[in-house]
Each structure stands twice: as structure tokens, then as C-alpha cells.
Nanobody, 126 residues
């Protein structure tokens, strides 16, 4: 079992930055693909970003709306994944979830991820 706990969410003005963290416990996430998803009120959960096990160049993927603004990274020694969010926009407002998947590579599909955190709220005011 892998337990995931997100942190770092909050209220931010348009153009601001936040860094989300996802701390894993129960098992090392070294071999897991890690992803970030988000869900806005009344909408389905959507893919944000994913990173493969070693996080090296070419091993990340982003949804089009966040490309160039968000950066995913991981520190396997700390069993933690991060999402740096810059140039925030009101449409980024959502609950952000961290997820872990084994045996898949850079999947954008929520059902491919076995473990999920409880989420952290991000609100961007205009």
C-alpha cells in the first residue's frame, strides 16, 4: 500500500505561484509513475502532469493548458513529488490530487493510477 498526502495548496492571485508537494509513505515510490490530476467543481477529474520513475529529461508529460507554466519533479530519496505552478490563472482553480501508478508509463488516464491522495485545494482569484 502507498499512502499519499498532498500539501501546498491555498489561495493565490492571478499570476502567482504555488508549489504542491505529495509525500508518499508505506512503500517507496521509486518504481512508480507519479501523476497530478485536478478536479474543478462540476467537472470531471482531469490530467495535469505525470513523471516516470527517474524523472530525467523526456520523462514528463503535461496537459496542454499547463504546458510552460507547471513543472513536475520528484525526489525519490524523500519519497516526494512536486508540482511547481507558475503564472496561475483562475481556471486553474481546482482540487489537486497526487496519484501513483505501477507498470504504466506517463499515463494521462486516472483509472490507470492505483493510489490517490485526498487532494489539496488551489484557488486562484482574478
Amino acid at each position: 500500500q502507498v499512502q499519499l498526502v498532498e500539501s501546498g495548496g491555498g489561495l493565490m492571485q492571478t499570476g502567482g505561484s504555488l508549489r504542491l508537494s505529495c509525500a508518499a509513505s508505506g512503500r517507496t515510490i521509486t518504481s512508480y509513475t507519479m501523476g497530478w490530476f485536478r478536479q474543478a467543481p462540476g467537472k470531471e477529474r482531469e490530467f495535469v502532469s505525470t513523471i516516470n520513475w527517474n524523472g530525467r529529461n523526456g520523462s514528463t508529460r503535461y496537459a496542454d493548458p499547463v504546458k510552460g507554466r507547471f513543472t513536475i519533479s520528484r525526489d525519490n530519496a524523500k519519497n516526494t513529488v512536486y508540482l511547481q505552478m507558475n503564472s496561475l490563472k483562475p481556471k486553474d482553480t481546482a482540487i489537486y490530487y497526487c496519484a501513483a501508478a505501477a507498470g504504466v508509463l506517463l499515463s494521462t488516464i486516472p483509472r490507470m493510477y492505483r493510489y490517490w491522495g485526498q487532494g489539496t485545494q488551489v484557488t486562484v482569484s482574478s
